[in-house]
């Protein structure tokens, strides 16, 4: 694809605006009524979902340069997906997510690169993370667990957990208590340990799509050589990529593919954990952008015109992972849910994606900051999501305001109460 | 229109615009100043681009307002500013001038419970606004162009109705007080504000301007720069917040108690318009919209649609059985009230032969469409069928006579829908509200069309101007006037308004820094590019009415 394929997408945008405000029946509140992090830091129209298809469309027609300047207000967006989420509420024949990463991946090949995101890149290379961290360390979170080693061994659920949980020592706990939990619970359950590799996602979405094509080939084969039925991941930005990256590159895992928020409630559902432990805590839950709206799963590409499109092939945030981890959360003794004023389809982002927290950290914790303000307003004592990257921010953010909210992974809720 | 892309702002103006809003709020960079420059909706030209401004400046405060206004002055610019900034109109119409994005100032400063008002500054939207208001039990006016717009735009400069005018009236007439900052940067502050009383009157004891701010259609920034505004708010009984779940097609909202849905069948236009005169007399309504089946087909389901239009049955159901038609959603304070309400309605509809249809028992119809009618939610939908769409000509006159106009504008869109210039949605697409619960309503013919083709864009002026000549020919005022092109052809057959326009903004601007080209400019247009027809019906209406010298023709 090139930016000339998105032309019809781009001539479409009425520049109505919509894309910049929570859906208009979800309007609560003048506080939290907006609902994209980039146009609402920095003002300009062009850091909108409608301002960034019209610089496409600009440049597309040579009417401006993509430059350095240019590049960089591209890439301060977080690919949340909230701008497409809002738009598709009103049309069918736009694509507004699909247009900024076209955008990306011309910048990457006209050569306007973020030197943050080249780090990153070489990292992935030289690493097979994102994070730079060595490749050796990869499996020290699993370290005296009981879970097969699916490089040696078959397995019929395999355990994905991806860079953050892997390397970020404040939250391998979490993965450690998931994998605990799923072998209480009597899974088969095998990992790669310090085989695993990055999925991709994360290249992918900064425009570098032949790598990521690379990694998800080694996924793929990884999970074929594993024999595994279901693959199990905790991160977010993973899920959304199996679910929905891979099937779209033509990448057949050939097995289902589950959140662990999801699978730790099919067991729960079928009484294999039971939540017996009373965990008096009130919070409200955090929607990942890449569980929720971006978690949609792959509907097929539609060929003819958009505008004859059916709405059950729109990539509209509707069939993203919502109810599963409330569900987790109201199975749990004590624990009192508080919805945010901004949840499911038109959450507001935590400001770690897209390859913002690397390359632009303040403005990824003040993103997470106006979450964590959002979440307070809820009265809640702890704010619970399940994606490690928001996690990650999230904490930073607390570390940085002085928040009091408690910042939990539903995995950690769940093991409390177990 | 030159719509260059090279024009280019000195570097000293460009640090003088810097000095007052911050650097961080300015920009010249092509490819930012580009997305102030795309702007399809309410614009006839085929490419959709505007004029480029030759910078973007984001002022946070009325302060920095004024220094800015000051600089842009100093150096020769104009300035065009915009809250919202959706449609052409809010877009420069000339060279050298500075787009001004107030989306900084976005703060609602006061809800007046007790005094019913709300003072605003310009980027809060019509959904914030309702949102807070409906927590201490009142409402504000939303716009036909929906809830993302802003009202104080629409209350100091731009148009303003909305299916709510029959209770809440539009937005010119909710301005109670606005700061103003002139194109000199002075500021003035009229209505009560004006003399220190605060904002609870548009009309005194300080200056009252109302007329010269708002006219009947605004200046659209073309006499300054409004930065905070009052605005009136109304009653609402219903809840502090509608529950809703869903987002627009999947909506599913809890209806108040006290609240009714029903739309109204009656058997021909005269009882129609007869039964509408007595709903509003009898001040039923809190919502209340002439109902095109067309236009609810085409915009809920555009696919149906397209399908649909081939059907003859369906098609003569559309525009011809069930034609004549309203929706109202009633509420009351009491149970007494609605008992009221629903037994005029019932004895209206028997003396005119007419229906009602109490939808509030059918939950999934009103409970999708709660919201939409309440806040407008809906109205972005109407891109849904083809990417875009255009309003014909609005005006306000009386009932009759915007039914006159609106029969017009079916036969109008038919012949373009005939000839491929636009999109069948059965011409049956007025959107149609009344004023004030009296005699007095709005009219606009919509239509939509897909960006995309060709033949579509190519029939965007003709239309334009075929609705402009129809209008004329009919001696009735096409209020959407912001076209110097038009205004040009038809001022003088309405007593040179321009010229009054343009002395207000001589007296008030007089270093002509404000961008006039919505608001009271001139320019030629060629009707040579015209089919002879049109050409010539032109040619008489400027013959039969222009003014001379010496007044109005004979």
Do not use: H, I, N
């Given at each position: 694809m090139a930016l000339e394929d998105y032309r019809n997408d781009m001539e479409g945008c009425s520049r109505c605006s919509s894309c910049k405000w929570v859906p208009y029946n979800q309007i609560k509140s003048w506080r939290f009524a907006k609902n994209c992090p980039s146009v609402v830091r920095h003002n300009f129209h062009s850091y909108s979902g409608s301002g960034r298809m019209i610089t496409g469309h600009s440049i597309l027609l040579g009417r401006s340069e993509l430059n350095d300047d240019v590049a960089d207000m591209i890439y301060?967006?977080?690919?949340?997906?909230a701008c497409d989420a809002a738009c598709k509420v009103y049309r069918d024949d736009i694509d507004l997510t699909e247009v900024l990463l076209e955008l990306r991946a011309h910048c990457v090949e006209s050569g306007s690169l973020i030197v943050e995101h080249m780090m990153m890149l070489d990292a992935l290379k030289a690493e097979d993370n994102v994070m730079g961290e060595p490749k050796a360390k990869r499996g020290e979170w699993a370290e005296g667990l009981a879970a097969k080693d699916i490089n040696t061994e078959t397995a019929e659920v395999m355990f994905h957990a991806g860079c953050r949980y892997s390397y970020d020592e404040e939250l391998r706990p979490t993965v450690r208590g998931a994998v605990q939990m799923m072998l209480a619970a009597g899974v088969d359950v095998g990992i790669a340990g310090k085989e695993e590799s990055c999925c991709g996602a994360r290249i992918y979405e900064l425009g570098y799509r032949g790598e990521a094509a690379n990694y998800a080939d080694d996924l793929v084969s990884r999970v074929k050589a594993s024999g595994a039925k279901t693959l199990v991941t905790p991160c977010s930005d993973g899920y959304a990529a199996l679910k929905f990256l891979y099937p779209r590159m033509g990448?057949?895992?050939g097995c289902e593919v589950m959140h662990v928020s999801q699978f730790l409630g099919r067991l729960v559902d079928e009484g294999r954990l039971r939540p017996r432990n009373e965990v008096p805590l009130s919070v409200t839950w955090h929607d990942p952008c890449h569980l929720g709206r971006m978690g949609e799963p792959f509907l097929g590409d539609w060929a003819g015109d958009k505008l004859e499109r059916p709405m059950s092939m729109k990539r509209a945030g509707k069939k993203g992972v919502y109810d599963a981890p409330r569900d987790v959360l109201a199975s749990i003794p004590g624990v009192e849910l508080i919805e945010m004023e901004r949840i499911r389809e038109y959450s507001w982002c935590c400001g770690a994606g897209g390859g913002v927290y690397e390359a632009y950290p303040e403005f990824a914790v003040w993103a997470a900051r106006e979450r964590l303000d959002e979440a307070a307003a809820t009265g809640a004592e702890a704010l619970v999501t399940a994606c490690p990257w928001c996690e990650r921010v999230f904490r930073d953010a607390a570390a940085e305001s002085g928040s009091s909210l408690e910042i939990y992974d539903l995995a950690d809720i769940l093991l409390k109460s177990l | 229109m030159s719509l260059d892309v090279q024009q280019t702002i000195s570097d000293e103006a460009y640090r003088d615009l810097e000095e007052a809003v911050g650097p961080e709020n300015v920009s010249r960079e092509p490819a930012v100043i580009d997305c102030y420059s795309w702007q399809p909706f309410a614009n006839d030209n085929p490419e959709r681009w505007v004029i480029r401004p030759v910078a973007v400046a984001m002022p946070g405060s009325t302060e920095e307002v004024q220094a800015l206004v000051k600089a842009i002055g100093r150096h020769g610019l104009k300035f065009k500013a915009f809250s919202t900034?959706?449609?052409?109109?809010?877009?420069?119409?000339?060279?050298g001038v500075v787009q001004v994005d107030l989306r900084r100032m976005d703060r609602i400063i006061d809800i007046d419970e007790k005094n019913m008002y709300a003072v605003l500054e310009p980027y809060v939207c019509g959904a914030q606004l309702q949102a807070e208001a409906m927590k201490v039990g009142l409402n504000t006016h939303i716009i036909g162009?929906?809830?993302?717009?802003s009202p104080l735009a629409s209350a100091t400069s731009a148009w303003g109705v909305g299916w709510d005018c029959c209770y809440m009236s539009y937005s010119g007439r909710n301005l109670l007080g606005a700061e103003w900052v002139l194109p000199d940067g002075e500021i003035l502050k009229i209505g009560s504000l004006g003399s220190g009383k605060g904002w609870f009157s548009g009309d005194g004891p300080g200056p009252s301007l109302r007329g010269i701010v708002r006219g009947s259609t605004g200046a659209l920034s073309g006499l300054g720069i409004f930065t905070k505004a009052a605005i009136k708010l109304f009653n609402w009984p219903g809840p502090p917040q509608i529950k809703t779940t869903g987002m627009l097609l999947d909506a599913d909202s809890e209806v108040p108690e006290n609240l009714r849905f029903c739309m109204t069948f009656w058997p021909d236009r005269k009882s129609q318009d007869e039964a509408i005169y007595k709903i509003s007399e009898s001040e039923l309504p809190y919502i209340f919209s002439r109902t095109g089946l067309g236009a609810t087909i085409s915009i809920a389901t555009p696919h149906l649609m397209k399908i649909l239009v081939k059907t003859k049955a369906i098609r003569k159901a559309v525009t011809a059985d069930m034609k004549w038609g309203c929706t109202l959603i009633m509420v009351a304070d009491s149970e007494g009230e609605m008992a009221y309400k629903e037994g005029v309605l019932s004895e209206i509809a028997e003396q005119y032969g007419g229906a009602v249809i109490n939808?509030?028992?059918a939950k999934p119809v009103i409970r999708m469409f709660l919201m939409n009618f309440l806040?407008?939610?809906?109205?972005?939908?109407?891109?849904?069928?083809?990417?875009q769409m255009f309003t014909a000509l609005d005006r306000n006159d009386t009932w009759d006579a915007q039914m006159d106009w609106a029969g017009m504008g079916e036969t109008v869109k038919q012949k373009w829908i005939d000839r491929g210039g636009i999109l069948d949605d059965m011409a049956d697409n007025p959107y149609m509200v009344t004023y004030e619960q009296n005699t007095w309503g709005h009219c606009e013919e919509i239509f939509q069309y897909d960006p995309r083709n060709p033949e579509h864009l190519a029939a965007l002026e003709p239309i334009f101007v075929e609705f402009s000549v129809e209008a004329a020919e009919r001696c009735m005022e096409p209020l959407s006037s912001t076209d110097a092109r038009l205004r040009k052809i038809i001022s003088p057959m309405m007593g040179h308004y321009t010229s009054w326009q343009q002395k207000i903004s001589g007296f008030l601007d007089r270093d002509r820094a404000a961008d006039t080209g919505m608001y009271c400019d001139e320019v030629d247009f060629d009707v040579n590019k015209l089919e002879p027809e049109m050409r010539s019906r032109i040619e008489k209406l400027v013959e039969k009415y222009s003014w001379t010298d010496e007044g109005p023709p004979e």
């Open positions: 301060k967006c977080q690919m949340c997906g990448k057949d895992l | 900034g959706w449609g052409a109109y809010s877009s420069p119409t000339s060279e162009a929906g809830p993302s717009c939808l509030t028992e806040r407008g939610t809906a109205v972005p939908v109407v891109f849904r069928m083809g990417g």
